[in-house]
């Protein structure tokens, strides 16, 4: 079982609709998550962070953690083609405390 | 504010040649820094992290090596690259041990032929 597990997409969602990202994660004592965003040959650009079940909301996204379901995912609102991209999940795990990715998901906005 | 710079951008080098690739930190002090890779569509896999000055920690054994001669400057290097050595290389950055939020810098995109 991988660590950090996401679908790998393609995802499709027309413009202006909601874009749901999953991940679930298989270290239960986890603590620290993230979203990443990456464009096509760029490097990834942090864009969420949470440490406690719930939401957070930051702008168009919103972050929500479940750690009894071990579940992290990622709402994008009012999806626009700019972002159209790979999201990675990533969680700190383990007495290492260093970051585990998934492989990705990646998004395709169509106008 | 703090940025991350990574060099070359792209590189194209032939099996068995050394390499050498650079990353330097600007506007913080005592960073833990990392070194991942990122194979053609797959997830970022991590190769080396370091919390200090010539204290660096190896996630995967191969023949690669790194250091980190100075506090904001982190260095990988080989002495024989491999074709499977191909890929994205990307230094990142942390300050806080107890939230450990990573920023990378742009990247080196090495090909090995």
């Known amino acids: 079982q991988k660590e950090v597990e996401q679908n790998s997409g393609p995802l499709s969602v027309p413009e202006g609709a909601i874009a749901s990202l999953n991940c679930t994660y298989s270290d239960r004592g986890s603590q620290s998550f993230f979203w990443y965003r990456q464009y096509s040959g760029k490097s990834p650009e942090l864009i969420m962070s949470i440490y406690s079940n719930g939401d957070k909301e930051d702008g168009r996204f919103t972050a929500q953690l479940n750690k009894a379901s071990q579940y992290v995912s990622l709402l994008i609102r009012d999806s626009q083609p700019s972002d159209s991209a790979t999201y990675l999940c990533?969680?700190?795990?383990?007495?290492?405390?260093?970051?585990?990715f998934g492989s990705g998901t990646q998004l395709t906005v169509l106008p | 504010s703090q940025t991350i710079h990574q060099w070359p951008a792209t590189l194209v080098q032939p099996v068995g040649s050394p390499l050498s690739l650079e990353c330097t930190v600007e506007g913080t002090s005592n960073p833990n820094l990392y070194w991942y890779r990122q194979a053609a569509g797959r997830g970022l896999q991590l190769l080396f992290y370091s919390i200090g000055i010539d204290q660096i920690s190896s996630e995967v054994p191969q023949n690669l090596s790194a250091s980190r001669p100075q506090d904001r400057q982190f260095i990988l290097s080989s002495k024989k690259l491999l074709l499977s050595d191909s890929g994205f290389y990307l230094c990142?950055?942390?300050?806080?041990?107890?939230?450990?939020?990573?920023?990378f810098g742009p990247g080196t995109r090495l090909t090995v032929l």
């Open positions: 990142a950055w942390s300050l806080s041990v107890s939230t450990n939020e990573q920023f």
């Open positions: 990533a969680v700190i795990s383990g007495s290492a405390r260093q970051l585990t």
